[in-house]
């Protein structure tokens, strides 16, 4: 399952006396949940502490509480990379992102040929806990420090996709479930209601959910209206 919080920008509900979050909780090829809620932290996610699946998710501190499995989102690790080697000239931050980029393009020809695991899979581990290592022997400080932690605690998390194949590498099938409510928000500026805000998130995860299992989506919008109503599966 994938998850998404959309925390660098507020859904605002005028006339309410909290701008909630925009949350992609619950997400997966087949179905697709979108709500909001007025808090960013463990309250907003409490529905999911029973689930004890693989989550994959961009490292929010409230996901990572989670008791579940983890898959942290590699988009996120190689913007951190990028910054790091780009603007920051480390060395061993552009190696661990060619590193990864490699990786992920070994275990797309793996699938391509129908392989069911990647052979080299333990040497790109290995690769990737020296370069780690390497950074940490350089005495990092800030964002840089930060990260070689971070990777030196969850390295495991990060590269569970290289031992599954089924697995992806990112989180963007949540991302991709969260957009239009950005694109809402670009055009009308906000949702005057939290009610409103509320009825958006069920219509999308609705129209998502038909769509992503195969279902004529503007079929099943007018069978709301004019019934009965098409329901996907769950």
Known sequence: MWMRREGESRVNCTGSSTLPFGWVPGCTQSLSWLFVH????????????????LLVSDFWSSYVKLPCGHLFCGAHLLRELDYLGTVLKLGWASELKKL????????HRARERGNPVLWNRTALVEKFDALVAKGLRS???GKARALLKRLSRFGDQYLTFLFDLTLPFTNNEAERD???????????????TFEGAEMFCRLRSYVLTCGKQGLDELACLRSVFTGPIIMPSF
């Open 100 to 107: 990864l980029e490699k990786a992920v393009s070994a275990c």
């Open 178 to 192: 969260l957009r239009m409510l950005k694109v809402k928000l670009k055009i009308s500026g906000c949702f005057r």
């Open 38 to 53: 007025a808090k960013r932290g463990k309250e907003a996610v409490a529905d999911l502490l029973d689930y004890k699946g």
């Open 139 to 141: 005495e990092p400080v």
